[in-house]
């Protein structure tokens, strides 16, 4: 089975833009989370998706947002863009909700200038 | 709040040779899974183990092992036989039950020297 895949791999941004990331989950998995990792905090949970509904969220602000597909594919979006979103934004996706393992995407690298 | 310390910022070891990564967590839940993921440079995050807490036996994948040791709230992993390519973060992490969201401790950094 082929793995999580995340897209774009890298991107580069100006504050005050928005962006919008894509994962694919492994297939036949249903669940996909998001995680955003920086030196400073560590991996942090930004949101979960399950059966097109958003079912968990983080504490992070309104601007970032996030959908699922039928297909269970994700997106999420930063809206307004600040220095500080710079960061590694990982997608996991696990069979079920509960407990699952969850199998980690490579990653988008996002830099915002 | 659950919490997951991970107390060794930075080790090394020599191939070959053993090493174990330490992990604390903090949790008034029952029903919780325990993990340990790998970091390589290249950023892909991939499990090494994982363990249920209600399995009081301790989980082996290869050269990786885990000492659970639940009254204490401690969960360490054990490598053996070190590789180069074990070189890497390594993150604990914890879910609980009725939860979508790990929790990760802040990674101890793993070098193995030849």
């Known amino acids: 089975k082929a793995g999580v895949t995340q897209t774009p791999r890298y991107l580069i941004k100006t504050r005050g833009q928005q962006v919008t990331l894509s994962c694919s989950p492994i297939?036949?998995?249903?669940?996909v989370s998001w995680y955003q990792q920086t030196p400073g905090q560590g991996l942090q949970f930004l949101f979960e998706?399950?059966?097109?509904?958003?079912?968990n969220k983080g504490n992070f602000p309104g601007r970032f947002s996030g959908r699922q597909f039928s297909n269970s594919r994700s997106e999420m979006n930063v809206s307004t863009l600040e220095l500080g979103d710079s960061a590694l934004y990982l997608c996991?996706?696990?069979?079920?909700?509960?407990?699952?393992?969850?199998?980690f995407g490579p990653g988008t690298r996002l830099l915002v200038l | 709040a659950q919490t997951v310390t991970q107390s060794q910022p930075e080790m090394s070891v020599q191939e070959a040779e053993t090493v174990t990564l330490s992990c604390t967590y903090d949790?008034?839940?029952?029903?919780?899974?325990l993990f340990w993921y790998k970091q390589p440079p290249s950023r892909q995050m991939i499990l090494v183990i994982r363990?249920?807490?209600?399995?009081?036996q301790n989980a082996t994948e290869n050269r990786f092992s885990v000492n659970f040791q639940k009254a204490a709230k401690s969960f360490s992993l054990k490598i053996s036989d070190s590789q180069l390519g074990d070189t890497a973060m390594y993150f604990c992490?914890?879910?609980?039950?009725?939860?979508?969201?790990?929790?990760f401790g802040k990674g101890t950094k793993l070098t193995v020297n030849p």
């Open positions: 949790t008034s839940e029952n029903n919780y899974y």
């Open positions: 996991a996706s696990s069979f079920r909700r509960g407990q699952e393992t969850q199998y």
């Open positions: 363990q249920e807490a209600y399995k009081q």
């Open positions: 992490a914890f879910i609980w039950s009725g939860s979508e969201k790990l929790v």
């Open positions: 998706y399950f059966s097109e509904t958003q079912r």
């Open positions: 297939s036949g998995h249903r669940s």
